[in-house]
């Protein structure tokens, strides 16, 4: 019995390994109390080296108000990708993540709007966007916030200003892609005038509403469920999870990678201080265990070039279904000027600028493109892409601009063509990835 409970096993690990198109991964999200010890409401010269040395259970983690103990924060801690710290409080915004995926695109956005009061306008508070790769076609936005502090008319308003200030660039930035938002939002649901809902009407799920809350956030009654801090000892998960927390942890899938948060909870057992056992910082750590699928017939490609120029996704014309790539266009000389491409029943698109020799190639039924190669190099110390190479299923090419000894080559995962592209550009190409789709 237990011989053909192996074999089984064997079976489904060798099935789960050709079909390695999704997995899971666990974050966490921490306001560490960085400032200045005496201005902290906790005590970080002495508990920030604990925190340090218990952040290797979780593979993705935002941090905010890592102020003025940043080195002590990075110091026992072993992820291999971390953003690099904006400064100490009156310069920073104390928002860092710290990531077991490599990113792209760090952006760091100062909030246009503050409430004087709770020094919400001393330091430069707002938020972080960057793209992490969880695995070659797996990529995923990640968010990292710490918006106006205080519950004044003025901070509420200030809140909602950043919240929507958050969301148009979303709306620009992560079109099309999945997103997941992890901070110190300052906000309750039972706040009266808070805006904590926006980002459910933006298509977000809230994984503690999710999964504490049976999918129902709590009404704005002015009554806030408020926590214990400290929790009495004997606390069980379910009673942290009873109460809200302004923490929060927002995830919204995409057309090409879903995410389902599968659980979620107070991780303030894991940090304790080792002698006497009081919180680590003035805010509990919140966890969730997250899991992400491919879809069946949208895959995004690996890229290549920099980070310059504006985004484009075509993902975002293809919630509608998949369709059929008919012609494609490239334009270039000493580097890629534009890209242009029609699907069937979708508008046509040109990403990039206007100059360069253009080469266009219609596509056949049944003829799909199934490989790009693509190179770059610099240019006025950017790095753009330099030439791009496609290869249709029937052997045929169709190239622009001039090869680089920095080159990738992008292969359709099996079954799947490109249908559209995603990356960078502005007056060129600055960079560029390939979107497979099954049709
Ligand atoms: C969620 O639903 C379950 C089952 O109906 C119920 O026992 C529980 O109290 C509900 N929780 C909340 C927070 O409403
Ligand atoms: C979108 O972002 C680009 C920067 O990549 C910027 O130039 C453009 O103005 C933004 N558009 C909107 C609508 O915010």
Not at 45 to 59: C, Q
Not at 122 to 150: C, E, M
Request: charged letters at 20%; aromatic letters at 8%.
């Amino acid at each position: 019995m237990n011989i053909t409970r192996l074999i089984i096993g064997a079976v489904l690990t060798a099935a789960s390994i050709v079909l390695a198109d999704s997995g899971s991964f666990k974050v966490l999200t921490y306001n560490v109390a960085g400032l200045p010890e005496g201005l902290s409401s906790s005590n970080p010269s002495e508990n920030t080296p604990y925190i340090s040395s218990r952040l290797s259970h979780y593979d993705l983690i935002n941090v905010q108000e890592d102020f003025n103990y940043h080195a002590a924060l990075y110091a026992s801690d072993s992820h291999l990708y971390r953003t690099p710290t904006s400064g100490g409080a009156a310069i920073g915004s104390g928002l860092n993540t710290l990531s077991n995926f490599p990113y792209i695109d760090l952006v760091r956005t100062t909030w246009n709007d503050c409430n004087l009061n709770s020094g919400d306008c001393l330091t430069p508070k707002g938020f972080t966007s960057l793209r992490i790769q969880l695995g070659t076609s797996q990529w995923l936005d990640v968010y990292n916030l710490h918006t106006d502090a205080g519950s004044e008319s003025g901070d509420l308003s200030a809140r909602a200003k950043n919240i929507a200030q958050l969301l148009a660039f979303m709306e620009n930035y992560s079109a099309g892609m999945p997103v997941i938002v992890m901070g110190d939002t300052n906000m309750r649901y039972t706040t009266i005038g808070d805006s904590a809902r926006l980002f459910s009407e933006a298509g977000f799920t809230d994984a503690w509403v999710e999964l504490w809350r049976n999918n129902t956030a709590p009404a704005a009654t002015g009554t806030a469920l408020t926590c214990a801090f400290p929790f009495p000892s004997g606390t069980t998960p379910e009673q942290m999870m009873s109460c809200e927390m302004v923490d929060k942890i927002f995830y919204r899938s995409s057309a090409v990678l879903s995410l389902d948060a599968t659980s979620m909870g107070n991780e303030d057992d894991a940090f304790l201080h080792p002698t006497n056992g009081t919180p680590l910082s003035d805010h509990y750590p919140l966890t969730a265990s997250i899991e992400y699928d491919d879809a069946d017939d949208l895959r995004l490609s690996d890229v290549v070039g920099g980070p310059h120029g504006d985004w484009f996704n075509d993902v975002t014309i293809m919630a509608g279904g998949v369709k059929r790539l008919t012609k494609l266009t490239l334009a270039g000389g000493e580097r890629v000027d534009s890209v242009a491409v029609e699907n069937d029943g979708l508008a046509a698109r040109t990403w990039g600028g206007t100059g360069g020799t253009a080469r266009s190639i219609a596509l056949a039924a049944g003829e799909g493109i199934t490989e790009v190669k693509a190179c770059q190099g610099q240019k006025d110390g950017n790095t753009r892409v330099f030439y791009l190479q496609v290869t249709m299923s029937a052997g045929r090419t169709l190239a622009a601009g001039k090869e680089t000894s920095d080159c990738k080559t992008l292969t359709a995962p099996s079954g799947f063509m490109a249908v559209g592209f995603w990356g960078r550009s502005g007056n060129e190409v600055d960079r560029i990835g390939v979107i497979w789709g099954k049709l």
